[in-house]
């Protein structure tokens, strides 16, 4: 059985290559400083561990957060402090401390803007502040050739690579704009040309477009953009349509009826009225899609002599039938639908299967919310824990600062201490 991660958000399989790089490349520049001041072997081995293994993790936590998009922003916050502290750990060399102080500004303003820029310089130095004071850090801004060459290297390559993301999203921008486009130039080019009445109104019947069709049976100005299209409606089924509207705005899905319309003559005209909803960026009907069929000539008493002479062009209706296939997929298109992969929206019969449709919402909604509890839990957990590990890091870091400091002769007594009562030891120490 293959374990497989959950995907993460865009923005995290984005910055996951650049920071791997940055956070690699960094601990490079540190190592050669270094070995130019020299060094100790926790430096090291810590360095190590927050430059080479951190961009991972910090990817996994994007990967397993029930809401990717803000844990990857947290990590951009959590990126900040990290390289603050290292800043001051290397007595804030000039040169990589610009470097990683440039890549983080560049990554919370290019994810976040203004505000996210400020958040995160002052995450930046309030950790460096932090650990300098508490470690009593000197400030030596001297470096090497080498340490200023690759810092330079460094500073360019990394804005070089964030500005080469930031093309070729725009790029995909504008192809998915242009595509938007042509399939609306599309849609109206269709609905123009098909004998139904096409039409999108708002949530509240408003009339945001009309198709030409729309002009043979009633008045321009009463199917302009603005126009109520409840008025179209005959008196008697006003409440019916606006019920109609009503369920479409609220459940989000498909819904079909049959209403009567009252034309420009004054005649009424029974129609079926096909209604979808079309959705803004947070899943919410923003408008409803409208496509309705006259079917007066199948019902009117006063037009049964004109039924025999429909009944040999709806023997040969296929050129009727390619019109509504290609209008039913740009209407999917439009829509975000999928009915090939079953994911069309829940055919709804009854006033139960509403019922039960509510009720299954409401139950999953639970669901969620409980996941997401459990996750916030975790997540404070392991923020609690990495904290209570840097507190073990810096005692541990304090204790042996305290036995380098001994002289030579306590080493001695450590020493033949060890030898004779170890266990002793081990307690004292612990």
Known sequence: MKLALPPAHRLARINYPPRTFAFAFTFLVFAVLWAERGFEVWELFFAALSFLVYPHLAYFHACIAPDSKRAELNNLYADSILVGIWAAQVHFALWPTAAVLA???????????????????????????????????????????????????????????????????????LRARNAQRSSEAQFRFIAENVGDLVSVVDTGGRFLYASASHEKHFDPDSVGSGADW????????????????????????????????VSARGSWRLVE?????????????????LVTRDLTAFVDPESDDRIPEKLPAAADRKYVLEEKRVLTELLDRLLGLDRKAGMGPPKLQSIEDVHRY??????????????????????RATLMLALAGSFLNYYLLTVLDTINSLPQGNFMVVRATVKTSQIIVFFALA
Not at 245 to 261: D, E, F, S
Not at 273 to 289: E, F, L, W, Y
Not at 362 to 374: G, N, Q, W, Y
């Open 358 to 379: 509510v009720e299954a919402l409401s139950a999953r909604r639970a669901e969620d919310d409980r996941r997401v509890k459990i996750w916030r839990i975790l997540e």
């Open 103 to 173: 890549a983080v500004s560049l990554n919370s303003a290019a994810n976040g803007g203004l505000k996210r820029l400020f958040r995160g310089v002052a995450c930046f130095a309030a950790a460096a502040a932090a650990w300098g004071a508490a470690m009593g850090v000197a400030f030596k801004p001297d470096t090497g050739p080498v340490v200023t060459g690759l810092s330079v290297f460094g500073i360019l390559s990394y804005v070089s690579w964030i500005g080469v993301i930031v093309f070729v999203q725009n790029k995909n921008v």
């Open 273 to 289: 009225c096909q209604g979808n909803p079309v959705r803004d960026g947070t899943s919410k009907p923003k408008m409803i899609v």
């Open 230 to 261: 409840l008025l179209l409606v005959h008196p008697d089924d006003r409440e019916q349509a606006k019920s109609f509207l009503n369920t479409i705005a609220v459940l989000g899905t498909g819904k079909r009826t049959q209403l009567r319309m």
